[in-house]
DNA sequence: AGCATTCTTTGACACAGATCAAAATGGGAA
DNA sequence: TTCCCATTTTGATCTGTGTCAAAGAATGCT
């Protein structure tokens, strides 16, 4: 994983509140607040953190890795319907059990916190409520900016535009300058791709294989991937301005 | 459109807060409170009520008609991102400038509040904050479960699972019997269906079609539609459960 | 009533992406 | 190192949905 770190980011992935470019709200003592409530788990590569329908008396944060949101039909035709990075949020206040299964697709640590407390600290906590419905609206936004990508885009698009995603949080983390080369490591394998852009795994290798040699982008190994024109990359997604799913 | 009416709904269109089964939250001291800063538009069917972009000094909710929320991109292909029924609210505090554009499909009537205001009364009265974060939540499990539709079933599937919603909705509305056949009113031209779908016009015609060939629902009209068996329809839907887009 | 306009249906054909199958690559364990 | 097994790539073919085109309904206007 990339460090979180960095001169323009306060992070604050110990705590249910996402991390901005300043993120004014986290300050000591909500920390303090939670510090009652909260413990941690840890689960490896590959691990189930738990299946849509099982009961979940905790909500959490992720605090380092990975971690996917996905649903399955009978069939076992799977949708991944949220990508879970450091600082993210998991689980609803006022619900009992896992609506989504989330799996973790590097080692993992999660913040959790006992979901009564939690739920009545979001009742005397105003701002942690308001950061929360802020958070929330995000993920709205990500999820819409996500149906137009699988209602609308063509694969090589679906293809260019995941890669836009990691490709700008890690710039963001990074504060690397723009229109310098960024290279991202790949925390998916080509599987949990084609689950969440609704293809298959052989066309996501094809689309893959034809942005390396239309020179959008060069492999090294096979997770890690270099961007030499972001611009490039943003045009191949489709995306009008600068796209924008990660606030 | 369907009367809201019924003896087991208690509507509230006219504030902020969706309504559900049984609302406790709406009593007379909250519409009072939104008094003095609400006002009413309304809007002829195929109107624009506002483009992704332009500046909003309010937020709204949906009195009666139905609207749509669409993403376009640069080429034209157009994505619905949400339907917006009576008591759905539209525009997210804290942002100035719509994300989506909104259209009429049907009259429609919003009632609008102040932006500032109403940022303000979030602040001040926390159960109304604590109704905009649920209302979010079910809006963001409804996006998710689009994702899924949107990412892996047939067209088939995806025409049968929006007759689902629809059916689902008016039934709660006119609070019918369980296993009685339901009649329901499309809101929807073919072209919106097809936005919705991530489909073409003329795939979405000729699954309607063959549903109607197959007699899981019968047409009386272009958007008149009987369902005789609602388990048959969820079943072709390919819904696990009951789905529930809807909470 | 007759006409114009918009929406819907139906048909013929093309193509993007799925499916089935097999080979190649790479990382980890001993 | 060498082998083993996961993952990824590549190939051949099939199919569902898109595209282009035209004919039918429905709706509203004069």
Chains 1, 2 share one sequence.
């Not at 039909?73 to 990508?83: A, F, K």
Request: aromatic share 4%.
């Amino acid at each position: 994983m990339q460090q979180l770190v960095s001169p323009t980011i306060k992070s604050c992935s110990e705590c249910p509140i996402r991390h901005r470019a300043v993120c004014a709200k986290c300050d000591r003592d909500e920390l303090e607040l939670l510090e009652d409530i909260k413990y941690y788990r840890s689960f490896s590569a590959g691990q189930t953190v738990m299946w849509a329908g099982d009961h979940m008396d905790f909500v959490a944060s992720v605090v380092s890795g990975v971690a996917t949101l996905t649903q399955t039909m009978e069939d076992g035709r799977t949708q991944m319907v949220g990508l879970l990075l450091p600082s993210d949020f998991v689980g609803r206040p006022g619900r009992a059990s896992a609506a989504y299964t989330v799996s973790a697709t590097t080692d993992l640590m999660m913040c959790c916190f006992r979901r009564k407390p939690f739920e009545q600290m979001i009742n005397t906590t105003p701002h942690i409520a308001h950061r929360l419905l802020e958070m929330t609206l995000d993920e709205l936004d990500a999820a819409r900016e996500w149906m137009l990508v699988l209602g609308r885009k063509t694969a090589r698009e679906k293809i260019a535009s995941l890669l836009s995603i990691i490709a700008r949080r890690d710039a963001v983390l990074d504060g690397s300058a723009p229109g310098k080369a960024l290279e991202i490591e790949l925390p998916l394998t080509r599987e949990a791709m084609a689950d969440y852009l609704g293809l298959t795994l052989e066309t996501v290798s094809r689309q893959v294989s034809a942005l390396k040699r239309d020179k959008v982008i060069t492999l090294s190994g096979k997770r890690s991937i270099t961007v030499p024109d972001m611009d490039r990359l943003l045009l191949e997604a489709g995306d009008d301005s600068d796209g924008g799913i990660l606030s």
